[in-house]
């Protein structure tokens, strides 16, 4: 019987485990149950982002001030990655999504009864924490249980999972707030997480990759943090994620307020059909995890921004139709980034795989937190036209930073000396 190998905590286990293959029953249960961990994730994070004008009306406060219940959310969830993804190496990853995906229903279904606004606020940020124990472990997850010629499909999969979950929290706020105030809004959508938490739990296969690592102390956290933070392949998807998620949330934010506004005057129920602009993230997200057997990350990844820059300009019109079709091609190239930068993290990194991923989690959400709330300074005090351009601004830098850090001929060199075709980039 051959003698298991030795790994380090955080990375696969013995050679004799290599994941499942695409098309066996365990992989597909593993993409349906982390596609309804992201529903129940995703669709209670921005529940609010649909109903911020009718919450802003409601509670008499100004459209930043009602971002607030979306940035704190995210706050939340940003400063409790790193913690979780700790967690989940010491007790499993599925059970650490568990509690996270359990915790963060209850405290769902206590935000409809918040009685003030700060209160209201502080619900927010507690249910974003006990989020932060889903895409924290998700990737890592993935890269552990998934064989690695699929693990980039298998990532753009829940990354698609997740565009569906914040799609249906937003459709459903939209018309219940319209009719009944956000509250009823509220806990709409957290019924509909608690359903799909039901889901994710009974679908989500035990871990076969894992292996416990001990407590690894205050030093060793450190260096593992510090390690990825000084690898510049890391760095750069990591400034990726806090440039690209905070304009994109900024844009996403903001648009309803202009379109309630002259000369649109849309009312909130056909303001939240905006939404279904995710639609065109699900798909490219899966298309972009595919595209990289031909073409490599990079090249998908630059693609992906170039194209987000260019759907971003069309919403410089005052044309609604322009409008709503730049918002679907912005929000098709922004998840075919993210796909790409999310699942990158767990390929670089040869150990502390949670760890990378929490860390571009962190970047990802403090992008949203802060880039997110302070469009809408830039909003009230210049328009639409400010906040796009400073959006697109930021996709260029991010183009710029991605090109040098990862330039063509040494990434396909970096891929021959490991033995793999120069054209399948992927892993």
């Known amino acids: 019987m051959p003698t298991p190998h030795?790994?380090?905590?955080?990375?696969?286990?013995?050679?004799?485990?290599?994941?499942?293959?695409?098309?066996?029953?365990?992989?597909?249960?593993?993409?349906?149950?982390?596609?309804?961990?992201?529903v129940a994730t995703f669709a209670q994070l921005?529940?609010?982002?649909?109903?911020?004008?009718?919450?802003?009306?409601?509670?008499?406060?100004?459209?930043?001030?009602?971002?607030?219940?979306?940035?704190?959310?995210?706050?939340?969830?940003?400063?409790?990655?790193?913690?979780?993804?700790?967690?989940?190496?010491?007790?499993?990853?599925?059970?650490?999504?568990?509690?996270?995906?359990?915790?963060?229903?209850?405290?769902?279904?206590?935000?409809?009864?918040?009685?003030?606004?700060?209160?209201?606020?502080?619900?927010?940020m507690l249910e974003g924490m006990a989020l932060g124990g889903i895409p924290a472990i998700a990737i890592a997850y993935l890269n552990e249980e998934i064989d690695r010629a699929h693990a980039a499909v298998a990532a753009g999969s829940y990354v698609a999972g997740t565009t569906l979950g914040g799609l249906a929290g937003r459709l459903v706020a939209g018309p219940a707030g319209e009719l009944w105030g956000w509250r009823a809004a509220a806990l709409s959508v957290s019924v509909l997480a608690t359903v799909a938490a039901v889901l994710f739990?009974?679908?989500?296969?035990?871990?076969?990759?894992?292996?416990?690592?001990?407590?690894?102390?205050?030093?060793?956290?450190?260096?593992?943090?510090?390690?990825?933070?000084?690898?510049?392949?890391?760095?750069?998807?990591?400034?990726?994620?806090?440039?690209?998620?905070?304009?994109?949330?900024?844009?996403?934010?903001?648009?309803?307020?202009?379109?309630?506004?002259?000369?649109?005057?849309?009312?909130?129920?056909l303001i939240s059909f905006i939404f279904l602009a995710y639609l065109s993230g699900t798909a490219t997200s899966r298309w972009a995890g595919a595209l990289t057997q031909r073409f490599?990350?990079?090249?998908?990844?630059?693609?992906?921004?170039?194209?987000?820059?260019?759907?971003?300009?069309?919403?410089?019109t005052q044309i609604l139709a322009l409008i709503l079709a730049g918002l679907v091609v912005f929000t098709g190239g922004f998840f075919a980034a993210h796909s790409i930068g999310?699942?990158?993290?767990?390929?670089?990194?040869?150990?502390?795989?949670?760890?990378?991923?929490?860390l571009y989690n962190l970047a990802y959400y403090l992008g949203s937190s802060i880039l997110g709330w302070a469009g809408g300074l830039l909003f009230q005090s210049l328009g639409w036209q400010a906040l796009a351009a400073a959006v697109i601004i930021l996709g260029c830098t991010t183009a710029v930073i991605t090109a040098v850090v990862h330039p063509a001929a040494a990434h396909q060199r970096s891929r021959r000396q490991q033995g793999e075709p120069a054209a399948s980039l992927n892993n």
């Open 46 to 124: 921005y529940s609010t982002q649909a109903v911020l004008p009718v919450m802003a009306a409601e509670l008499r406060v100004t459209a930043a001030e009602a971002a607030l219940t979306i940035s704190l959310a995210t706050v939340g969830l940003a400063v409790t990655v790193i913690p979780w993804s700790f967690l989940a190496d010491r007790i499993g990853r599925v059970k650490a999504m568990t509690w996270g995906i359990c915790l963060a229903t209850a405290l769902g279904l206590l935000v409809p009864l918040a009685p003030s606004f700060p209160v209201l606020l502080g619900l927010r």
């Open 342 to 358: 999310a699942g990158w993290t767990g390929a670089i990194a040869e150990s502390g795989r949670a760890q990378a991923a929490s």
């Open 201 to 269: 739990l009974v679908l989500i296969p035990k871990a076969r990759g894992f292996r416990p690592s001990p407590g690894i102390g205050f030093r060793g956290a450190a260096r593992t943090l510090s390690g990825h933070v000084a690898n510049p392949r890391l760095l750069a998807l990591y400034v990726q994620a806090f440039l690209l998620m905070g304009g994109f949330v900024a844009v996403y934010n903001y648009l309803g307020f202009r379109l309630s506004g002259e000369p649109f005057s849309l009312p909130a129920t």
């Open 6 to 38: 030795k790994h380090a905590p955080g990375s696969r286990p013995s050679a004799e485990w290599n994941g499942h293959r695409k098309g066996s029953r365990a992989y597909g249960r593993i993409l349906a149950g982390l596609a309804f961990a992201g």
């Open 296 to 316: 490599g990350r990079r090249t998908v990844l630059l693609a992906g921004i170039a194209v987000m820059a260019a759907g971003l300009a069309l919403t410089l």
